[in-house]
């Protein structure tokens, strides 16, 4: 399938944590430890997104993505590193038989202040989509928020990916908010997207990654995760890159949430 990484914390090199440790995102990317049936390599582009400040001081998200494997692009070590940010996320990609192989294939995906990595499968995600964005318009309706999930929202697509089709429907969930604002709503528009698309498909691999330049959440369903939380920074990576003995390990069925000295693992269904 994939793999991903997210990192929140002192500002870093963005090109390092795609290179950091014997088992780097980029190692994993011809030499995954935990795939899971999902694949052998993942040789099918790969993508990093940086959160940076803007002259009004505000925060927005940059990306840089490429078709091509990982390790045969030069920016990675060239451009990337000469970059710096407290918050990434990055994603090596193993594409799904049938689906396109194509820059705008690659994760993550971005959108105001957020990004978005999914390491799985939908099984046929054309149809089981439909049906999920068709539910969530109906209660969309019911609260006032005519216009989301609409059908042709799904043709925003930026590929036609099961992964890019997700990412659309997951930023209406987000768009719908909560009164606690975006940290309570992110998690809860997660569950709902997973639960939704488990109900049609069981056995869908829905390994998500979130994150806002502040938080990171992910979903465990299927494939692998490990967490590693310090007082001072926040890393998820589908596979640890070191050998740290402070790396947890992520249980099937689970929804994460992580940040600098805070960690919770909840059910996510």
């Known amino acids: 399938m994939c793999r991903h990484l997210g990192y929140i914390g002192p500002p870093v090199r963005v090109g390092d944590m ?15 430890r935990d795939m899971r049936r999902g694949g052998t390599i993942n040789a099918d582009g790969f993508g990093v997104a ?17 078709a091509a494997p990982i390790w045969t692009d030069p920016a990675v070590d060239e451009v990337l590193p000469q970059l710096e940010s407290w918050a990434v996320l ?20 971005t959108r105001g202040r957020w990004a978005f990595s999914h390491n799985g499968v939908v099984p046929d995600w ?4 439909s049906a999920v964005a068709s539910e969530f318009a109906h209660t969309a ?32 969930l987000l768009a719908t908010g909560s009164p606690d604002g975006a940290w309570s709503a992110a998690p809860a528009a997660l569950k709902l997207l997973a639960g ?3 109900d049609r498909v069981p056995d869908a691999r829905l390994n998500f990654l979130l994150c806002d330049g502040a938080q990171l959440w ?34 099937d069925r689970s929804l994460v949430t992580a940040r600098p000295g ?6 996510l269904l």
């Open 218 to 251: 992910a979903t465990t369903c299927h494939h692998s995760l490990s967490v590693l939380v310090t007082d001072t920074f926040a890393i998820l990576s589908s596979e640890p890159f070191d050998d740290d003995p402070r790396w947890r390990s992520i249980p």
């Open 196 to 198: 939704a698309v488990l």
């Open 262 to 267: 805070a960690l919770s693992v909840d059910a």
């Open 50 to 66: 940086w959160w940076r400040e803007t002259e009004d001081d505000s925060v927005a998200v940059s990306r840089y993505r490429n």
């Open 90 to 109: 990055g994603a090596v990609r193993s594409a799904t038989v049938g689906m396109p192989v194509e820059r705008s294939a690659c994760a993550p995906f």
């Open 126 to 129: 054309r149809d089981t989509l």
């Open 18 to 32: 795609l290179t950091l440790g014997a088992h780097s995102l980029r190692a994993q990317a011809w030499a995954p």
């Open 141 to 172: 309706v019911e609260l006032g928020a005519e216009g989301l999930f609409a059908p042709s929202r799904l043709l925003e697509a930026e590929s036609a990916t099961d992964t890019a089709t997700l990412w659309v429907i997951l930023c209406d």
